[in-house]
């Protein structure tokens, strides 16, 4: 008696390697063609930096079987996070591939200001916050006071002339790295 073997093509997964910030999430995407629908997945993070936990629906694991899992990236550490794909179709033929997930350190903003209290009248105030690197975004804002030197996009300095007349003043920067990270 003959036997009939059937030979199923294997799905093929098409992905692609994200970056984000410490403290975003994006969604991972991974779409499989050939094969035979309907698919399940299974994503698995297997290596990184820090805790692995990076999937977190519906508590945080490093596994998902999301056709489309978020990984977040709220606590973790800067670094490269290797997160294997395996989709198996109808047949129960499988692929199974890895990319990398970058997750980039956001900048350092610890603000430094001249020793001592403020007053009215007090002229050429200076604060700064690290240098991080060319083409840095740094947005200075300051109330109650004026731009004496510095504060421009590229500066990581700000000189400021306080005309309080009697209210509180206060200087704010938002670094933003070349990266996006802020």
Known sequence: ????????ENPQISSVSPSLCIGESTTLSAPVSGGSAPYTYLWTVISG????DRFTDPTPSNTSTDEEPVFNATGADAGDYIVEITATDANGCTDTEQITVTVQ????????AQDGDVCAGDMGVS???PDNGAGTIYNWTVNNG???NGGTISDNFIEVDWDLGGTSGQVSVEVILTTGCI
């Open 1 to 8: 008696t003959p036997v009939t073997l059937t030979n199923n």
């Open 49 to 52: 930096e820090g805790s692995l």
């Open 105 to 112: 350190d956001g900048p350092d903003a610890t603000f430094t």
């Open 127 to 129: 604060y700064e916050v």
């Open 146 to 148: 004026t731009i004496a």
